[in-house]
C-alpha cells in the first residue's frame, strides 16, 4: 500500500465515525469534553455551529453518529450521544449574547418556502451575512414537521420555539404564516435574487387495498393525523388501534394513540424485525409503553361491517433471508384478521409540488420529484434552491440542516455573482494535547461504565397529558458518567516514520492490537498479516513509509482503537503522538471571508 | 513510566487458545520501565508464547534477583507464582523451588548485571546442574537502574553515553554457558519477535536449563552512536544462524518440511523443535563447532541468533540427584511430616 496522506482531511475525518457519520459533522467529541468540563453554554455553541438546533435535535435527531460510534465495536453500546447533546442544552446559560446578529442589509433577498428544519437553517447562516429573508409558511406556526409532526411528547413547543426564535429575531428576516406559496410563478416575479425550496416530503403514501375507500373515516394518514393532533384538531381515537408500518411515523403514531385513549395499540410489520426503518431506541420506547409490534403480516384488506370498519385481514408471511441478510424467497403461508376500531398508515412519504409550474425551467424527473444538484442544491433554474425533504426525499432533520448549510454558500455565491459550484473544500488542523511526559490535555484513561440508562416519566403519569415529555434527560450527574464513556476518536494518533527505532513498545502496550510493523504488501493481503483480525474494510488501514531501521512499515487498523494515548506515552522517540483533529467544514460565512483572513487554507 | 491502567477494552476479534484465553489474560502489571525499552517487548514475547503453547498461567514460577530486567515478572502473566529474591541469587532461589515441585514451568528473568557481575557464581552452578528452568538475560550492555555504567557484557571498545570508552572484554553468557555444559543456548533480539517467540516456547519445553541470551537495548542509557547495543547497531549486526520452529505435539512435522533442509529436534514432552540452518557452517547440535563458530563470528563483530547449541539427551537436576517425583504439595501431610517420634529414631542413628 501506498503511504497514508494524512493531509487530506478525509483520513482523520473518517477516524472520528460519529461526526463523519452526522451530515452536519459536528464536533461530538469536542462537544462532549465541553460537556465533561461542566462547559455547557459552550458545548451548545460548538453544537449550534454545525447543527443550528441543539435542543431539539438533542431530543429528535435520528442519531446517525449512534450506529457509527466506535464505542459500539468495542463494546456494545455506542456512547449516548443525541442525549449528551441535551444535557448541554438544557443546562446551559443564556446564549442570546453568543448568537450572531443581522448586519444592516447587504440588499439581496432571499425567498425561503416553508418554515421548517431545511429553510430555518438558510436563514441561519444568511442573516448575519446581510441578507434579508422572507419566508412563507401555509400553516400558522413556524417549525414545519419538528412541529407538526414530531410529537409534544417528545419534542416540547418551548424547546421548539426559542431555538426557531434566535434564528428568526436575528433581524432582517420575514415571516409570513399562513402564507403558503401558491405559485411559483408568482414568486419568482416578486424580485427576489434567490428562492430556497424547503417544503419538504408533505405527502403521506396510500394503502390501496379492499375497503380503503368505505372505511375512509376511521383510516388516516400518519404524518397528516399526527398534524390535526398537534394542533388539537383530533382529540381521541377508538380502542383497538392498528398501525400500518414501522418506520419513526409509525412510532410517533402509536405513542401518540395511547395518549388519546387508546388501550391496545398493534404496529404491524411486513418483515421481520432486522428491516424494521424505525431506530432501535424509538422502537424500545413504543415497547416499553406496551405496543405490540406484529411481524410477518401483510395487509391484505379492511373489513367492514355495517358501513364502519372493524378489522384488518393480514398475509401471514414467511421469507427465507440469506447470509447477507438480504430476503430471497418469501411465501404467504395462511390469513389472518384482526379487530380494530381505527388504521393509521405509516408507510412513507412523498414529495409534492402542484404549486411549481412545470414551465419555469425547473425540470422534474419520472417521479414528479425536482431535479437537483447534490452538491450545490441548485436547480436546472438558476437561483432556484432545494434543499431538506424536498430536494430528495425524506430524510430527516440533521439533514436537512446540512442541505441549508450547503444551499445557504449556493444562494451566497450566486447573490454574488460567483460560480455556485467552485466551493471551499474541508479542511483541517491538527494540534498536539501533549501536557507533560505522560499527561495530556484530554481524559485518555479507558473507562468502561455501561451506556447510561435514560430516566423516564413513569408508565402511569406519562399518558395523562399528551404532552407530558417522556425522556427527563441526563442530570449533570448521569452526564458526568456517560461522557466517559466517549473514546475522543477527534485525538488522532498522528505517526512520523522517520522518528520510529521499531522497538514495539506501541504495539505490546495497545490495548486493542490494533498496530502492526510489518512489511508492506497490498491492502487486502496485508490484513492477513496484521496483530489482530482486520475484517471490517469500512475502517481503513493507516500505513507509513519505510521506517528508517529495516524499510518495514508501521499499520495501524483504525477500527478499534480506544485512543487510549499508550502508544504515545510508551514511545521513546516521539514518533506517535496524540494531536485533536478539528475539521474545517466551510459554511456561507467562510466563503464569504475575505481569502486573507481565512480560518484554514 | 505510564500513571494509567492498560485499558480493560480489548479487540473484539482476538483469537483464543486452547484454553478458551486471549493473550491479554497472559498479561501483568502495567510496565514501569522507560518507554521503549527492550525489555518491555521481551515482556510481550513472553506472554504471547506462553498464550501460543495453552500453559495456564498458574502452572508458571517467576524469579527474579534485582535490577531493570528484574523487574519485568510483574509485568506478566498476572496469575501466576513468583519469587523476587536478592540481587543475583535468583538462581539458588529457581533450584529450592524446582526441588519442592517439578511440575511448574519455571522462567527466571534476569539481566547482565544480575548474571554475570554480582550473580555469576550462581549463573554458572545453575547450568551446572542442568537445573530444569528457563533463564533469560535481558542483556543491554549497562547497568541501567544505576544510571548507565558499563556491565560485563559491554562490549570493548563500546562507548557509554557521555562518551568514554569501555576497556574491559566482555562476558559471552552463551559459549560460557556451552562450555559449562548448557543444554540449550539460544540468542535473540527484544525487536524480533518472530524470532524470539519459537525460541521462547522451546526454552519453556526443553527438559533442563535453557538459557536465552536476550539483546534488550537499553533506550536511556545505551541507544546513542558508538553503542554496541543500541536498536540500530543490533539490526545491522544481528545473524541469524540457525532459524528455529517451535511445533506442538500435537501437529505433524514431516507435513511442513522436505527433509533434509531442516533438523527437527525432539522435545521431552512430544514437541519437537526445528531447527533451519541459515549459516551452512553451523551445526548446533556439536558443542565445539558451536563455540568456535560462536568465538568465530563475535570476533568480526557479528551478534550470531538463534537457537546455538540443543542437546536433548543429557540428565537434568531431578534425574541426577533422583529427587521426589511428586510436588511437595501433593504429598500428604503425614507423609511429609512423619511426626516426632520419627525424627527422634533418626536423631538416634546420629548419637
Excluded at chain 1, 427465507?320 to 381505527?342: F, H, M, S, W, Y
Excluded at chain 1, 406519562?462 to 449533570?476: D, T
Excluded at chain 2, 531493570?68 to 541469587?89: E, I, Q
Excluded at chain 2, 556451552?178 to 525460541?199: E, M, N, W, Y
Aim: glycine share 8%; proline share 5%; charged share 25%.
Amino acid at each position: 500500500m501506498r503511504p497514508t496522506d494524512t493531509s487530506n482531511p478525509e483520513y482523520f475525518h473518517k477516524v472520528v465515525d460519529c461526526q463523519y457519520a452526522c451530515p452536519a459533522h459536528t464536533d461530538v467529541p469536542g462537544y462532549i469534553r465541553h460537556i465533561a468540563q461542566g462547559e455547557f453554554t459552550e458545548a451548545y455553541m460548538l453544537n449550534r455551529k454545525s447543527n443550528v438546533f441543539p435542543g431539539i435535535l438533542g431530543r429528535v435527531c435520528d442519531r446517525p453518529c449512534e450506529p457509527a460510534c466506535r464505542r459500539g465495536r468495542v463494546e456494545e453500546k455506542p456512547v449516548a450521544i443525541c442525549r449528551l447533546k441535551r444535557v448541554a442544552a438544557d443546562n446551559r446559560d443564556d446564549v442570546s449574547a453568543l448568537l450572531p446578529k443581522a448586519p444592516p442589509s447587504n440588499g439581496k433577498k432571499v425567498a425561503l418556502v416553508g418554515a421548517g428544519c431545511a429553510s430555518l437553517a438558510v436563514a441561519n447562516d444568511l442573516l448575519p451575512l446581510g441578507y434579508e429573508c422572507t419566508i412563507f409558511e401555509k400553516l400558522d406556526v413556524t417549525g414545519g414537521l419538528m412541529r407538526s409532526n414530531i410529537p409534544s411528547f417528545r419534542l416540547p413547543a418551548d424547546v421548539l420555539d426559542e431555538e426557531i426564535d434566535n434564528i428568526v429575531n436575528m433581524g432582517n428576516c420575514e415571516v409570513r404564516l399562513g402564507d403558503g406559496v401558491e405559485s411559483m410563478q408568482a414568486l419568482l416575479e416578486q424580485n427576489f435574487d434567490a428562492v430556497f425550496v424547503g417544503t419538504g416530503a408533505p405527502r403521506g403514501k396510500e394503502l390501496n387495498i379492499p375497503g380503503r375507500q368505505e372505511a375512509d373515516a376511521n383510516i388516516h394518514i400518519g404524518i397528516d393525523w399526527l398534524e390535526s393532533v398537534a394542533f388539537d384538531h383530533t382529540e381521541s381515537i377508538g380502542k383497538n388501534v392498528l398501525i400500518i408500518g414501522v418506520g419513526n411515523t409509525a412510532m410517533d403514531c402509536c405513542r401518540t394513540s395511547l395518549r388519546l385513549g387508546a388501550d391496545d395499540v398493534k404496529v404491524m410489520a411486513r418483515k421481520p424485525r432486522e428491516f424494521f426503518k424505525a431506530s432501535d431506541w424509538e422502537l424500545e420506547d413504543a415497547e416499553e409503553e406496551n405496543v405490540e409490534i406484529v411481524i410477518n403480516h401483510s395487509p391484505k384488506a379492511f373489513v367492514i361491517e355495517n358501513g364502519k370498519l372493524t378489522g384488518m385481514t393480514f398475509e401471514l408471511m414467511e421469507y427465507d433471508i440469506d447470509a447477507n441478510g438480504r430476503i430471497t424467497e418469501q411465501r404467504v403461508t395462511g390469513e389472518k384478521t384482526l379487530p380494530c376500531d381505527d388504521v393509521i398508515l405509516a408507510i412513507g412519504q412523498e414529495n409534492a409540488f402542484p404549486w411549481i409550474e412545470r414551465d419555469l425551467g425547473i425540470e422534474f424527473d419520472k417521479w414528479e420529484v425536482p431535479v437537483v444538484d447534490e452538491k450545490t442544491h441548485q436547480s436546472t433554474r438558476a437561483g432556484v434552491f432545494f434543499g431538506g425533504d424536498a430536494a430528495f426525499g425524506p430524510k430527516n432533520i440533521i439533514w436537512a440542516v446540512e442541505h441549508g448549510h450547503q444551499a445557504a454558500i449556493s444562494i451566497h455565491k450566486y447573490c454574488q455573482g460567483e460560480d455556485v459550484s467552485d466551493r471551499m473544500p474541508d479542511g483541517q488542523n491538527l494540534a498536539s494535547t501533549k501536557m507533560g511526559i505522560h499527561e495530556w490535555s484530554y481524559s485518555n484513561d479507558f473507562d468502561a461504565a455501561e451506556r447510561t440508562i435514560m430516566p423516564h416519566v413513569s408508565l402511569k403519569e406519562r399518558f395523562q397529558k399528551l404532552n407530558i415529555e417522556v425522556e427527563l434527560g441526563f442530570s449533570p450527574e448521569l452526564a458526568a458518567e456517560e461522557v466517559e464513556r466517549c473514546l475522543n476518536c477527534d485525538i488522532q494518533t498522528v505517526f512520523t516514520d522517520k522518528l520510529c527505532i521499531e522497538c514495539d513498545a506501541c504495539i505490546d502496550i495497545c490495548p486493542v492490537d490494533c498496530l502492526t510493523i510489518t512489511h508492506n504488501g497490498e491492502e487486502d493481503e496485508l490484513r492477513t498479516r496484521l496483530s489482530a483480525p482486520a475484517d471490517n474494510h469500512e475502517q481503513d488501514l493507516f500505513v507509513s513509509g519505510p521506517l528508517p531501521q529495516t524499510g518495514r512499515v508501521m499499520v495501524k487498523d483504525e477500527d478499534v482503537c480506544v485512543h487510549c494515548g499508550l502508544c504515545a506515552e510508551r514511545c521513546p522517540t516521539a514518533a506517535w503522538d496524540m494531536q485533536k483533529f478539528t475539521l474545517h467544514h466551510p459554511h456561507a460565512r467562510d466563503e464569504a471571508t475575505p481569502p486573507e483572513q481565512k480560518e484554514v487554507a | 513510566m505510564s500513571f494509567m491502567k492498560k485499558p480493560s477494552a480489548r479487540h473484539p476479534k482476538l483469537p483464543v487458545n486452547e484454553l478458551g484465553l486471549t493473550v491479554r489474560d497472559y498479561e501483568g502489571g502495567m510496565s514501569t520501565l522507560c518507554a521503549g525499552c527492550g525489555h518491555d517487548a521481551i515482556t510481550g514475547a513472553i506472554v504471547e508464547a506462553a498464550w501460543g503453547l495453552s500453559i495456564p498461567t498458574h502452572r508458571f514460577a517467576k524469579l527474579s534477583g534485582i535490577g531493570c530486567s528484574s523487574k519485568t515478572p510483574a509485568y506478566f502473566l498476572r496469575d501466576s507464582h513468583g519469587f523476587n529474591s536478592c540481587h543475583g541469587r535468583m538462581p539458588s532461589v529457581a533450584t529450592g523451588a524446582n526441588c519442592a515441585n517439578r511440575d511448574l514451568y519455571y522462567v527466571g528473568v534476569s539481566g547482565d548485571g544480575d548474571s554475570l557481575s554480582i550473580g555469576m557464581g550462581q549463573f554458572t552452578h545453575a547450568i551446572r546442574r542442568n537445573l530444569n528452568m528457563t533463564y533469560i538475560i535481558e542483556n543491554n550492555g549497562v547497568y541501567g537502574l544505576t544510571k548507565g555504567q558499563f556491565s560485563a557484557a559491554a562490549d570493548k571498545g563500546s562507548k557509554a553515553k557521555k562518551g568514554e570508552v569501555n576497556l574491559q572484554p566482555a562476558i559471552d553468557p552463551c559459549s560460557t554457558a556451552i562450555t559449562l555444559g548448557a543444554t540449550f543456548v539460544a540468542r535473540s533480539f527484544s525487536g524480533d519477535k518472530d524470532q524470539l517467540v519459537p525460541i521462547l516456547k522451546a526454552a519453556f519445553n526443553h527438559r533442563g536449563f535453557a538459557l536465552v541470551d536476550i539483546i534488550s537495548p537499553c533506550v536511556t542509557f545505551n541507544d546513542h552512536e558508538g553503542s554496541t547495543r543500541s536498536y540500530k547497531y543490533s539490526r545491522e549486526h544481528f545473524v541469524p544462524a540457525i532459524a528455529a520452529d517451535f511445533v506442538p505435539p500435537a501437529e505433524d512435522i514431516k507435513a511442513k518440511y522436505e527433509e533434509g533442509e531442516a533438523m527437527p529436534v525432539q522435545l521431552h514432552d512430544g514437541s519437537h523443535i526445528v531447527l533451519r540452518k541459515l549459516d551452512k557452517d553451523y551445526d548446533p547440535t556439536d558443542r565445539v563447532n558451536a563455540v568456535s563458530n560462536l568465538l568465530e563470528n563475535n570476533a568480526a563483530g557479528e551478534i550470531t541468533t538463534g537457537i546455538l547449541y540443543l542437546d536433548e539427551s543429557q540428565p537434568d537436576m531431578h534425574e541426577v540427584n533422583n529427587t521426589a517425583a511428586t510436588p511437595l504439595i501433593d504429598v500428604p501431610y503425614s507423609k511429609l511430616n512423619p511426626g516426632n517420634d520419627t525424627l527422634r529414631k533418626i536423631q538416634s542413628r546420629y548419637r
